[in-house]
């Protein structure tokens, strides 16, 4: 047996005046004169020595067989394992971590001689003791390993050889071989805590992998560790195969070196050699693999994997660690299938849905599309502590404000309270039939507007993050419904008159969508590689397109076409564009450079125009309509980054963070008009910097809300408000409400005109 000695040594006189431990001297555990907690660095805590004194008293008495004390190294946190086999223990220092790194693995001790030597270490460090909050905790560990042992012999552990040898994935495959200790499942009830135990899972065993006939075997390496970094690897291939770029990884882990490597649309080359190989000229490297195998069967390695650490020990179906591994798994699994996916549908009978189309009657003209000025006159001032802006809502003749505590709702002409409604910050859409509220553990109620009383009460599944994201069904011959996101892959219809759910779509794999309505279509979109249209009245698939990238959400519909922006946070991006009815597509086109994240393509008569962002600022990309060729770039720099940009007929306006107000005609790219509105602070910028069109005039959020005609440029008027216009609404008669993120809301009315009469 080997012998153990835990020492306490001197600490060197300059860590004195810097360690706050109040222990004066370092701990080190000796096993046959290997120091095997070298590793941990030179911190010492009264805390370590104390928890492995009680760990290994519970040991001891037979109340664990396998136990661990967490000791945290400078920012890397560790742990000594310690586990019973027979009259030994097998100690084990490890690193904690998402690619953890093994020390020392089983180093087997006599369990007297760890006991005698702790009882000798802890007798030591309490004499040392500076206080006596140091002494008693040494004391209590020491007490416990000298109580008298429970007269019983412990078995040693059954060690078995389980092969894991999943299905081979085409023509390449991994494989292990491990060796496990058996144990029994526990009679009696079952704990409801899960943890994530490492120590469990550091089993020894081989690891292979073949393709077409050619293997390669490595001992002594750890399958565990390696399948948790063989899945980290398998997502970097997903989204380096989704984005067509090059990808080459090199990592070591678990006894094993690990290369992949592949160009722009080429197979992949996975290298494996031993944990001493020189990497630059020894190791095997199989060829010409395709990605879909690579990702395939490491899928099926952790999941086999997996389901033998559970036929050996039970216990371990709630080990945090290990589930983690099978979820990921399951997450390669369905991005890989969404990835490979050819199920495109088009609609066959458009004509059934194009008779919902939105009919465009011809615009008649503005009151402000011609005329003088504009001149505004305060209404009325209100304070709301702890305003939600993204809860504030205009409704005709209500104003809905939410608040940290309560929903309130005023009068929009006096600003008069008509009702209060108590409860926390919650997620609100308007409605025509009242506000719906969206309460984080998935409640949803709607509250009418001119009472403030509930109507229904509905139970959802809460979402598990991001806000809501719904579209509102309230058309003649539509039934008046709610569609919202719910839980993290299902789009759910709310009826608004019974508050019953009509119909629900779930995606196979969680997504984040994005909505837009388009007559009878629902267009869903975002954190998934498709586009897919509904039917509102039913929830029934009418058409799906589907590409190799993800889309991003941004939607915009116009007459007859739907375009789509895909691309994630590097790679390429492309911009579709869909016949609305059928889903056919009409033609993609490659991006230069990356769209702005949330932004919808702004659609004219004959232009299709996607603004784009980098570290030099703002810029826009302009393409036919018809054809998707390029017409005209204005390069990222032409604005701050922070641009709200809106399309009004041909023309695009951009409102920027930096104060200037910029007009394009989208049929050109020529630069119509700009505007500086200067600002007193940096405090003074707005929150959100959307224009709104309203009547032919454009109420612009600057320092002030500045009232501009698009076609022209010419500045029409000035709202007189003090508050900065974080949030700002316009009613049909061009009345003003400007909310401010401090809890202060005021609103404005335009002042009578005087028209000339002939």
Known sequence: MSAIEVVLRPRPKALRPVDPSPLPAQFDVLVDGINITARLGEQQTVSVLSDLGHAVAAISRGKHDRTTIPLYVDDEAWEIGLEADGGDVLVSVYRVAPFAQVAVHERRVELVALRAALVRALADARERATTGRVGAALESAERLLAAPWPSYGRRPLEVVRVPVAPRVAGFFGFSAEVRLRRRPARR????????????????????????????????????????????????????ATRAGRALFRRVSVGGVQLAVQRTPQGPLSVTLAGRDANRDHEGVTLPEIPPASFVTSTARFARALAAAFLEADPEQARNLRLTALVGQAEQLESSLADLLAEDSVTNPEPDTYRAFGITRSRPEPAIWDRGGKMRFQPRWVATVPGIDLAATFHCGPRMVLGAQRETLCLDSSSGRVLWRVPGSPVGSVATPLGIARFYADGRLELVELESGENRFSTRLRPRAAGGVSGAL????????????????????????????????????????????????????????????????????????????????????????????????????????????????????????????????????????????????????????????????????????????????????????????????????????????????????????????????????PQHRVHVVRPRDGEILGCVPSDLVPDLVRVDDRCGVYIAEESGHVAAFAVAPKLVLVR
Not at 221 to 231: D, I, K, M, N, S
Not at 575 to 590: K, N
Not at 664 to 676: K, L, W
């Open 188 to 239: 009696g009830p079952s704990t409801e805590v899960e943890r994530a135990d490492l120590h469990a899972l550091l089993a020894v065993g081989s690891l292979a992998a073949t393709a077409r006939g050619r293997s390669v075997r490595l001992d002594g390496v750890h399958p565990f560790l390696v399948a948790e970094r063989l899945a980290a690897l398998a997502e970097d291939v997903l989204e």
């Open 473 to 700: 069904v309230h058309a003649p011959g539509l039934p008046r419904l709610l569609v919202m996101c719910e839980g993290d892959r299902s789009v759910t219809a709310v009826d608004l008159v019974t508050g019953e759910v009509r119909w629900r779509y779930s995606a196979r794999r969680p997504v984040s969508y994005r909505m837009r309505r388009a007559g009878r279509l629902l267009l869903l979109a975002g954190g998934d590689s498709a586009v897919v249209a509904l039917d509102v009245a039913t929830g029934d698939v009418v058409w799906r397109l589907r590409d190799r990238l993800p889309f991003s959400g941004a939607l915009a519909v116009d007459k007859d076409g739907a375009f789509a922006l895909a691309g994630g946070p590097i790679g390429p991006c492309k911009l579709f564009h869909v016949d609305l009815w059928t889903g056919a597509l009409r033609w993609s086109v490659e991006l230069e450079e990356r769209p702005v994240p949330g932004q919808v393509p702004l659609v004219t008569t004959h232009r299709v125009l996607v603004p784009v962002k980098d570290r030099r600022g703002a810029g826009v990309l302009a393409f036919d309509r018809e054809t998707g060729k390029s017409v005209f770039r204005h390069e990222p720099g032409l604005l701050s980054p922070t641009t709200a940009w809106l399309g009004v007929d041909d023309l695009v306006l951009a409102n920027s963070a930096a104060g200037v107000l910029l007009c394009i005609e989208a049929g050109s790219g020529s630069i119509r008009y700009t505007h500086v509105f200067a600002r007193h602070v940096e405090a003074d910028k707005p929150r959100r910097l959307e224009p709104v069109l309203r009547n032919g005039a454009l109420f612009v």
